[in-house]
């Protein structure tokens, strides 16, 4: 009788560890955002976003919306993207910022001018527009309900950090785009 009891224990904490482990195999690590990146982009295209945020951006409940935990430096994060979408031949990178971070004094956010001219030279290629937080965060949302939208959140602790890339067709230029629709508009 005690061993059976024994057996019947053991079976239980085996179940048990191993329902464990599988819950947490389901559960990405932070470590993997680079994989799981390099994994979406080539399913991303124009419409799709890629936003790098700071810790206390919201978790949006909009159905095309995820979120990934990086538990990274935020420019480390930037970067990475950069450098993938630098690589991607069918999307390249609409960047906005926060036009708040501007505004962002160094005595009620300490670091958040190293950050600023850290992120101007990242993004010194690129033609980054400015926009009030809410503003793209509703672009967000709007387009979270129709297109994908993946959000990396990083562990930056400055306010209005975060960079929005709004992804867009690599191989066919907005010019292109407007020479047709006037030639149809003409036609």
């Known amino acids: 009788m005690i061993a059976r009891r024994f057996t019947l224990a053991s079976l239980c904490l085996i179940v048990l560890a191993t329902a464990v482990t599988c819950v947490a195999a389901d559960k990405p690590s932070s470590t993997d955002w680079h994989a799981r990146l390099k994994q979406e982009l080539p399913l991303l295209g ?25 538990d990274a430096d935020q420019l480390e994060v930037v970067k990475a993207v950069l450098d993938e979408l630098s690589k991607a031949k069918h999307v390249r990178p609409v960047v906005f910022t926060d036009a708040e971070l501007k505004f962002v004094p160094e005595t009620e956010a300490h670091g958040v001018t190293a950050y600023r001219d850290a992120l101007a030279n990242l993004l010194s290629k690129s033609d ?6 809410e503003e793209i965060i509703s ?20 306010p209005y950090t975060s960079v929005f890339l709004r992804l867009d067709c690599g191989y066919w230029p907005a010019d292109a785009e407007k020479r047709l629709r006037e030639a149809m508009a003409s036609h």
């Open 139 to 158: 672009k967000l949302d709007e387009a979270g309900k129709t297109f994908h939208i993946l959000i990396l959140k990083t562990r930056l602790t400055i």
């Open 46 to 70: 124009h419409r799709n976003w890629i936003a790098i945020v700071d810790s206390a951006y919201p978790l949006q409940t909009s159905g095309g919306i995820e979120t990934v935990n990086t």
């Open 128 to 133: 980054a527009q400015s926009l009030p937080h």
